[in-house]
Every structure is written in C-alpha cells, then in structure tokens.
C-alpha cells in the first residue's frame, strides 16, 4: 500500500478533480486505487458517478460499531474504488471530527486493517488548508502531492503550504515527500511568470507536466466522468497521464 495526499492552501484549485482523475488513470494502468473523500464537502462522488445517492454512507459513518472501510467503500464504473465522505449532516460531522482530533493516527489505523492488496495506491482528498483531516491524512501518508494554480494568489499562499507540511509532517514521525501540481496552466504572460517563479522556488519539487486550462474538464464533471475517460485526446488528460507515470516511477523508486 501506497498513500498519496492530496492537498492544497486554498479551496477552487481543482484537487477533487485531480484526485479523481489520478485514481482513474492508476486503475486503467491495472493497479488497484483507492480514493478516500475526507472532505465535508463531499464532492467526490460527482466526479465518479455510479452511486446511489439516497443511500451515502462514507468514512464520516465509520465508529466503534462500523469499523471496516470496505462496508462504505464503493466500486466506479471507472475501475478505481472510492469511500466517499458520506452524508449524515452536521451532528455527524462534529462527531466524526471530534473523532479525529482524538486519535491522530485514527485513519494510518483504519487503512492498516482495511487488508487492500498490497500493491494498492491511495489517494486522500482533503479540504483546504489546515484542518483536522489534513493532520490525519499526512499522518497516513507516504507522499504529498499540493495543487496550485498557476496564478499569483496560489504563489502568495506557497509559504503557508510549506509551513504546514512542515508542522504536520514533522507531528507524524516519518519521513514524508512531497510536490506540487500547478493545475490550469495558460499561455498568458502572467501565468507563465508565475510558472517560472514556482520552478525557481521549488525545483525538482515541481511536477514537471502542467495541467492546461479546458472548458472540457468542467464538461466531464457535468457527465460525472474523469476527463481521463470523458475526453481522453484533451491536453488536460494527456498530461494527467504523464503526471500519473512520473509518480508511478517515483513511487516503483520508493519501494
């Protein structure tokens, strides 16, 4: 097992959508994937499509008398399997979270005794900035991956990114890498600035394929659907696809 989070400073970033799309492409790659939604948001599921959503039950549902992933775990039509963050409201929530911050390794515990197979990768989407899911999923995981966009206001939060997988990565006891995705790329002179800033900043720390702007990432949404399956010659997916190599290889690298 392999666990990738994905995280970012700020919300609209694209995260969810990439996470999805990371999950699709490793599945399509014949490894087994798992995407876990620990976002209260529960978005997730709309970029997966396939489930009943009259009958949500995610990780937020999970207690003393529910304590296997596998009974709120769900199979896509797109071969990677997801938890979705669940329905419950509120109380629920507050319950959940309260969860959490009593026991930092509460979820690195419910994916050691979830018996996935060994060669599985997991991708946790968190919400933005810090939070009590953040603090869980980097307790969890073996790598960070950040998306940023490629504009100013994403460079300007690049601080408080680094600050905090400092303090939460030094909390887990483990060693943990990270990189950044600079998501929705564009030919304008001030995104191409800032592109070059983020290289000079992070180095070999930035993944070296960017994701394009394209109305047809949003138009797969709409169709539930990865773009990786939606509209698979899109630049968007093409470099998603290498994006999805360039961790394969780090990660055969890892192990």
Same mark, same amino acid.
């Given at each position: 097992?392999?666990?990738?989070?994905?995280v970012?400073?700020?919300?609209?970033?694209?995260?969810?959508?990439?996470?999805? #799309?990371?999950?699709?492409?490793?599945?399509q790659?014949? /490894?087994?994937?798992?995407?876990?939604?620990?976002?209260?948001? #529960?978005?997730?599921?709309?970029?997966?499509g396939g489930?009943?959503?009259?009958?949500?039950?995610?990780?937020s549902?999970?207690?003393?008398?529910?304590?296997?992933?596998?009974?709120?775990?769900?199979? !896509?039509?797109y071969?990677? !399997?997801?938890?979705?963050?669940?329905?419950?409201?509120? !109380?629920?929530?507050? /319950?959940?979270e309260?969860?959490?911050?009593?026991?930092?390794?509460?979820?690195l515990?419910?994916?050691?005794?979830?018996?996935?197979?060994?060669?599985?990768?997991?991708?946790?989407?968190?919400?933005?900035?810090? !939070?009590?899911?953040?603090?869980?999923?980097?307790h969890?995981?073996?790598?960070?991956?950040?998306?940023?966009l490629?504009?100013?206001?994403?460079?300007?939060?690049?601080?408080?990114?680094?600050?905090?997988?400092?303090?939460?990565?030094?909390?887990?006891?483990?060693?943990?890498?990270?990189?950044?995705?600079?998501? @929705?790329?564009?030919?304008? @002179?001030?995104?191409?600035?800032?592109?070059a800033?983020?290289?000079e900043?992070?180095?070999?720390?930035?993944?070296?394929?960017?994701?394009?702007?394209?109305?047809?990432?949003?138009?797969?949404?709409?169709?539930?659907?990865?773009?990786?399956?939606?509209?698979?010659? #899109?630049?968007a997916?093409?470099?998603? @696809?290498?994006?999805?190599?360039?961790?394969?290889?780090?990660?055969?690298?890892?192990?």
């Amino acid at each position: 097992m392999y666990v990738i989070a994905v995280v970012s400073a700020k919300g609209g970033v694209g995260k969810t959508t990439i996470s999805a #799309n990371l999950g699709a492409g490793i599945a399509q790659r014949g /490894r087994p994937a798992l995407i876990i939604d620990l976002d209260p948001q #529960n978005a997730m599921q709309w970029h997966l499509g396939g489930l009943d959503q009259n009958d949500c039950k995610g990780i937020s549902a999970l207690n003393a008398s529910r304590t296997r992933l596998a009974g709120v775990t769900h199979t !896509s039509p797109y071969g990677v !399997s997801f938890t979705p963050y669940g329905n419950g409201g509120e !109380s629920r929530r507050l /319950r959940f979270e309260a969860q959490l911050e009593n026991q930092d390794d509460w979820l690195l515990k419910k994916l050691q005794s979830a018996n996935l197979h060994p060669d599985t990768i997991v991708l946790l989407d968190t919400p933005p900035g810090p !939070s009590v899911y953040l603090k869980q999923a980097v307790h969890a995981a073996d790598f960070l991956l950040v998306v940023m966009l490629a504009d100013a206001a994403s460079y300007s939060t690049l601080p408080e990114m680094e600050e905090l997988i400092a303090t939460y990565g030094g909390h887990s006891g483990a060693r943990i890498g990270s990189a950044y995705i600079i998501n @929705q790329g564009a030919k304008r @002179q001030l995104a191409q600035d800032v592109l070059a800033l983020f290289a000079e900043r992070l180095g070999n720390r930035m993944v070296p394929f960017v994701i394009p702007e394209s109305a047809e990432v949003e138009e797969a949404l709409a169709f539930e659907r990865p773009i990786l399956e939606y509209k698979p010659t #899109n630049a968007a997916a093409e470099n998603l @696809q290498a994006i999805i190599d360039w961790l394969l290889a780090g990660i055969a690298q890892r192990s």
